[in-house]
């Protein structure tokens, strides 16, 4: 288990290089409506979490990782597939969030739900706790 643990750390920071701010944002505000608001809502509360000075620099690499993941244009699965498209990508920042989670608190959230507020409109709040 440690192994696959190690190699998917590995595999993290070698997509870390490819994350930039402004491309992230790009490619949220873009996609926001294909991915869903649950993916979104998981990305936001990386990007959030990444921009604490208090988080480890271990925890910032997984988050870089997945992030960088999610807006490299070449995915294990094309983001142009219809519902499976978004589906890897998924599983990155799963994989992140679970790793950080300890690191989100009430005000990240709050910074991710207004971003989505700003996006989507009015969505269920509760929906989005029953994700994760």
């Not at 701010?21 to 998981?42: C, P, T």
Request: charged share 30%.
């Amino acid at each position: 288990m440690e192994d696959t643990n190690n190699e998917t750390q590995k595999d993290m920071e070698k997509y870390a290089k490819h994350f930039s701010e402004g491309e992230f944002w790009e490619k949220l505000k873009s996609f926001a409506k294909k991915m869903g608001i649950k993916v979104v809502y998981l990305a936001l509360l990386l990007y959030y979490v990444l921009t604490c000075d208090t988080v480890r620099r271990e925890d910032k690499l997984k988050i870089l990782g997945a992030l960088g993941y999610l807006i490299l244009p070449i995915d294990l699965i094309p983001d142009s597939i219809p519902v499976l498209g978004f589906s890897d990508d998924l599983a990155a920042l799963l994989w992140a969030y679970h790793s950080v989670q300890a690191n989100v608190n009430e005000q990240i959230e709050q910074q991710a739900k207004c971003k989505l507020h700003e996006w989507f409109g009015e969505f269920d709040e509760e929906e989005l706790k029953s994700f994760l």
